[in-house]
């Protein structure tokens, strides 16, 4: 399963692109927003640090607003992926842009059959938000679960992308789904490696050493 990082803070990035495990970053527009910078000058940077795919969302929530601020991002990188909106426009906008080789990830998705439309438009990725749907006592897994399934009956190219990752489980769950992606805050990622049981077995180690004779 490819680890994205879900932020917009460089920081973040360069912390989590130097423990070697990130195959990719996504931003989103309140992500961007918490960053205080411009969002291409943000893109621009991100692009230098991690060589994968890099989610950058059009503000425009019209068709002819989306596809203007697609095709100048596709001029940014090579690694810049479209994140569109699942709406009709959006959907849309996805078909477009498979059209003229524009990879996209489609974001806000909610259920099995807007991802359903999302894979028919060609989507590279869709993007099912799992913590949203369980802050509102849904089971946001189940969704994922549902999604591949469909995707593996029909054999549809489009990479599912686990967004609105809250906690480890999350990514667990990710995994053992089949997930292709999961994209993960940079604090659940530290959380990803963390264990009582290594902690207190290496201060045990530690402790021991000092007793080896040199
Ligand atoms: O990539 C989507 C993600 O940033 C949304 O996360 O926690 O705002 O639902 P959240």
Same mark, same amino acid.
């Given at each position: 399963?490819?680890?994205?990082?879900?932020?917009?803070?460089?920081?973040?990035?360069? $912390?989590?692109?130097?423990?070697?495990?990130? $195959?990719?970053?996504?931003?989103?527009?309140?992500?961007? !927003?918490?960053?205080?910078?411009?969002?291409?000058?943000?893109?621009?940077?991100?692009?230098?640090?991690?060589?994968?795919?890099?989610?950058?969302?059009?503000?425009?929530? /019209?068709? $002819?607003?989306?596809?203007?601020?697609?095709? /100048?991002?596709?001029?940014?990188?090579?690694?810049?992926?479209?994140?569109?909106?699942?709406?009709? /426009?959006?959907?849309?906008?996805?078909?477009?842009?498979?059209? %003229?080789?524009?990879?996209?990830?489609?974001?806000?998705?909610?259920?099995?059959? %807007?991802?359903?439309?999302?894979?028919?438009?060609?989507?590279?990725?869709?993007?099912?938000?799992?913590?949203?749907?369980?802050?509102?006592?849904?089971?946001?897994?189940?969704?994922?679960?549902?999604?591949?399934?469909?995707?593996?009956?029909?054999?549809?190219?489009?990479?599912?992308?686990?967004?609105?990752?809250?906690?480890?489980?999350?990514?667990?769950?990710?995994?053992?789904?089949?997930?292709?992606?999961?994209?993960?805050?940079?604090?659940?990622?530290? %959380?990803?490696?963390?264990?009582?049981?290594?902690?207190?077995?290496?201060?045990?180690?530690?402790?021991? !050493?000092?007793?080896?004779?040199?």
């Amino acid at each position: 399963m490819k680890f994205f990082i879900d932020t917009a803070d460089l920081k973040e990035i360069r $912390d989590a692109a130097a423990m070697g495990v990130i $195959d990719g970053v996504t931003t989103n527009p309140s992500l961007v !927003a918490k960053s205080g910078r411009k969002y291409l000058d943000v893109v621009r940077e991100i692009c230098e640090i991690v060589d994968g795919p890099i989610s950058a969302e059009v503000l425009s929530v /019209d068709y $002819d607003g989306m596809m203007a601020e697609a095709l /100048d991002w596709a001029k940014v990188h090579k690694n810049v992926v479209v994140k569109l909106p699942l709406t009709l /426009d959006g959907l849309r906008a996805t078909k477009a842009c498979a059209s %003229q080789g524009i990879k996209t990830n489609v974001t806000l998705c909610f259920s099995a059959n %807007q991802a359903l439309l999302a894979a028919k438009a060609g989507a590279t990725y869709i993007s099912p938000f799992v913590g949203r749907l369980d802050d509102i006592s849904e089971n946001g897994m189940d969704l994922i679960g549902d999604i591949v399934t469909i995707y593996q009956n029909y054999d549809f190219r489009t990479q599912v992308l686990v967004a609105s990752v809250r906690h480890p489980i999350h990514v667990s769950q990710a995994a053992l789904l089949g997930a292709d992606v999961c994209t993960i805050p940079y604090k659940v990622i530290e %959380q990803l490696a963390k264990h009582p049981l290594t902690d207190s077995g290496l201060a045990k180690f530690v402790e021991d !050493a000092r007793k080896i004779p040199r």
